[in-house]
């Protein structure tokens, strides 16, 4: 591995703790580079600024969510169980990696996104066509179900996780996401 890449290898690592460990929306380039062992100025030999990091934080995030849902979908022969399977998968890993989760789909006020952010992105929108067995529909299923989890994590629909904790998250969850799928019948 060369050094640029152990050093991007690095900041990845720390950025995905400082987010589990401080609200994503506060982690700063510096508290990357702490958690890093670098300094600030350290890590803008490998990212020119802290959200084209979160954009390759997002290729790595969207790679491993599409990893989970192929795993789950493939025992599936039924297009509307793979897709139930595929949202609680989805669900899943976002609760079990909610900081790394939170800054790879964080939105940086006035900024756009890396296109190999939003490629990652396309590919699961892609996904989601495929496992329903209807590729046009792909973005409006993926944003479906991005959407209700993001609200489900951030306590916004509240399936108990107020007086349980968000341990409850994924499988109280489910009957949303299942619902969300079962309304798209024909």
Same mark, same amino acid.
């Given at each position: 591995m060369s050094k640029l890449d152990e050093g991007r290898t690095r900041l990845l690592a720390a950025a995905r703790r400082a987010a589990t460990e401080t609200a994503a929306a506060r982690v700063s380039l510096r508290d990357i580079a702490k958690a890093a062992g670098l300094s600030p100025a350290a890590c803008y030999r490998y990212f020119p600024s802290r959200e084209r990091l979160a954009d390759a934080l997002a290729v790595e995030v969207c790679a491993e969510i599409e990893h989970a849902v192929r795993q789950v979908v493939e025992r599936e022969p039924d @297009?509307?169980?793979? /897709?139930?399977?595929? !949202?609680? !998968? *989805? /669900?899943? *890993?976002?609760?079990?990696?909610?900081?790394?989760?939170?800054?790879?789909?964080?939105?940086g006020e006035g900024d756009w996104v890396a296109a190999e952010? +939003?490629?990652?992105?396309? +590919?699961? +929108?892609? /996904?989601? &066509?495929?496992?329903?067995?209807? @590729?046009?529909?792909?973005?409006? /299923?993926?944003?479906?179900?991005? &959407?209700?989890v993001d609200l489900l994590l951030k306590g916004l629909i509240d399936v108990g996780q107020r007086d349980h904790g968000m341990s409850v998250v994924p499988s109280r969850g489910e009957m949303l996401l299942r619902g969300l799928v079962e309304s798209l019948k024909n």
């Open positions: @297009p509307r169980e793979r /897709l139930a399977a595929a !949202a609680h !998968a *989805y /669900l899943q *890993y976002a609760a079990a990696n909610r900081g790394a989760f939170d800054l790879a789909f964080e939105r952010r +939003s490629g990652a992105a396309l +590919s699961l +929108s892609h /996904l989601f &066509g495929e496992i329903a067995g209807r @590729p046009g529909m792909g973005p409006a /299923l993926w944003g479906g179900v991005h &959407g209700l």
